[in-house]
């Protein structure tokens, strides 16, 4: 079972990889607004690189869903909470 704090860790290690961008510091309220890179192609990056990392398919409509990044913590650690 993986705790938030690991979940936001590995997170935090996608999105820097994801965008190139070692300084970025995810928080709850982020979101493609607070990356300029942040488009629909580093989007879908981004969600594959996720599911990969955590080993999770992740439905269009769960992604759709989200917000923010506060809430993909939350969704990924109610599935790790799952398995």
Not at 16 to 35: K, R
Not at 38 to 59: G, K, M, Q, T
Request: charged letters at 30%.
């Amino acid at each position: 079972m993986a705790n938030e704090q690991n979940i936001r860790e590995r997170l935090n290690r996608i999105f820097q990889e994801t965008f190139d961008d070692d300084s970025i510091s995810i928080h709850d309220n982020m979101t493609a607004e607070d990356i300029d890179e942040w488009d629909s192609v580093s989007h879908i990056s981004l969600v594959l690189a996720v599911e990969n990392e955590f080993n999770i398919r992740l439905s269009a409509a769960a992604v759709g869903k989200l917000s923010n990044v506060g809430e993909m913590v939350r969704l990924l650690t109610e599935m790790s909470d799952g398995q």
